[in-house]
């Protein structure tokens, strides 16, 4: 079994940042791929970024060259720097373990459903 648990969002403005924490815990091992979701009120899930156990990552491109997903293999703790932030980027975010593919796809998520509880982030203009 695999608890992940979320930290670090919060209100900020446009243009500010924010970066979230998810603590891992459990069986997790190295080989996982890990990612990050969003839901904003009365949208379908989305996913923001995913990154692989050699490094590789994917985004999708609404975030490109804004976020960064990485990850502390020692601590188990994946990490989603956001910069630039705008008011669309308001959403619950969720980190997930394990996905079926390792890159932002649509209807991609965790095999074994291994989401957080997420950590909402909001963004005023």
């Known amino acids: 079994q695999v608890q992940l648990v979320e930290s670090g969002g919060g209100s900020v403005q446009a243009g500010g940042s924010l970066r979230l924490s998810c603590a891992a815990s459990?069986?997790?091992?190295?080989?996982?791929?890990m990612g990050w979701f969003r839901q904003a009120p009365g949208k379908e899930r989305e996913g923001v970024a995913a990154?692989?156990?050699?490094?590789?990552?994917s985004y999708a491109d609404s975030v490109k060259g804004r976020f960064t997903i990485s990850q502390d293999n020692a601590n188990d703790i994946l990490y989603l720097q956001m910069n630039s932030l705008k008011p669309e980027d308001t959403a619950m975010y969720y980190c997930?373990?394990?996905?079926?593919?390792?890159?932002?796809?649509?209807?991609?998520?965790?095999?074994?459903?291994?989401w957080g509880q997420g950590t909402q982030v909001t963004v005023s203009s």
């Open positions: 997930a373990a394990d996905l079926w593919e390792c890159t932002v796809v649509a209807g991609n998520g965790p095999r074994d459903n291994w």
């Open positions: 459990g069986y997790i091992y190295s080989s996982y791929c």
């Open positions: 990154i692989d156990s050699d490094g590789s990552t």
